[in-house]
């Protein structure tokens, strides 16, 4: 099997996972996103987690084949799309597994790829709740801003 045939195989399986286990609702999912940046250019994401009610972006996902050689480039593309988004999205990379599972591993706040197990994978009410607050608090701080 090739590269490319094995990332989608990766992603259904994946997606199956969130779906049936990890009990997101399957049209919170969206496959290969597109989301403009400012730079004009379309960025096509593998994976959106939306809230659909609130019209919000609430995580992303990119599949990888290995993580070794292609963190930096998938943490330079999170980089140029968390400036344009305006606020920090949980990301992730998922990677096949030896073991059979996936290997995930969050973006965290210092731009590193760290590991994750999958039952550390936030669920989709957190990934929810975790953006209504940081849109609470963007419209708090811009109020500030303002009344300043």
């Known amino acids: 099997m090739n590269e490319h045939a094995q990332l989608i195989s990766l992603e259904e399986a994946f997606i199956k996972y969130l779906v049936d286990d990890a009990h997101y609702p399957p049209d919170s999912l969206i496959k290969e996103c597109p989301l403009p940046t400012s730079a004009k ?4 994401l593998d994976l959106a987690v939306i809230d659909a009610e609130a019209s919000r972006l609430i995580g992303l996902f990119e599949f990888m084949s290995s993580v070794k050689d292609t963190t930096n480039l998938v943490a330079t593309k999170f980089r140029l799309l968390v400036p344009d988004l305006q606020i920090l999205i949980p990301s992730y990379l998922v990677t096949p597994s030896t073991s059979g599972d996936f290997e995930v591993y969050h973006l965290d706040s210092t731009r590193k790829w760290q590991p994750l197990s999958l039952g550390s994978l936030p669920t989709y009410d957190a990934l ?7 849109t609470i608090l963007q419209n708090q701080n811009k109020t500030k801003k303002t009344l300043n």
Not at 41 to 44: F, K
Not at 128 to 134: F, I, L, P, V
């Open 41 to 44: 250019a379309l960025q096509y």
């Open 128 to 134: 929810k709740s975790a953006g209504k607050a940081k």
